[in-house]
């Protein structure tokens, strides 16, 4: 008797094996399409964008830059005029699969302070890749110019 248990306990739980996997590959993120011209390859899925250079981060799945503006944080559809000279498509770009990673802002500035000023290793961008993935992004999610203003200045700013 003891055995045929042991036996049950066994097959039952290699049963369940293929649908525990089946749930992990299930719960995977892609969010390609939705990434700015300008972001760098080589992610499915990414939350945020922080950009050392300007020390400002990019909402993904909203398509809003955050910045600070005094002591708020500023969600916006472009970028403010004091980053005018600012290139999306060569500035250094950090991917941050976190919650409001903003919130840690002095982590961030501290561990990718040597990114700043071209010293990052080079990224291929989205625009100039020949991944066949990134195909979809096209103009629609090219939003901003290559100094980083935005066609929609001024227009949606808030905070969270």
Known sequence: MKKLFTLVVLLTALAAAPAAQAQVKLNVNINIGNQP???PVGYDYVDYYYMPDIDVYYYVPERRFIYLEGNRWIFAASLPGRYRGFDLYSGYKVVINEPRPYLRADV???KYANYKGGRGP??????DSHDNRYKNNG???NDHDDRGN????GKGKGHH
């Not at 080079?122 to 625009?127: E, G, M, N, T």
């Not at 935005?150 to 200045?153: C, I, P, Q």
């Open 122 to 127: 080079k990224q291929v961008i989205i625009r």
């Open 37 to 39: 011209v300008w972001g």
């Open 108 to 110: 961030y500035r501290v």
């Open 139 to 141: 103009p629609s999610h």
């Open 150 to 153: 935005g066609k929609n200045r």
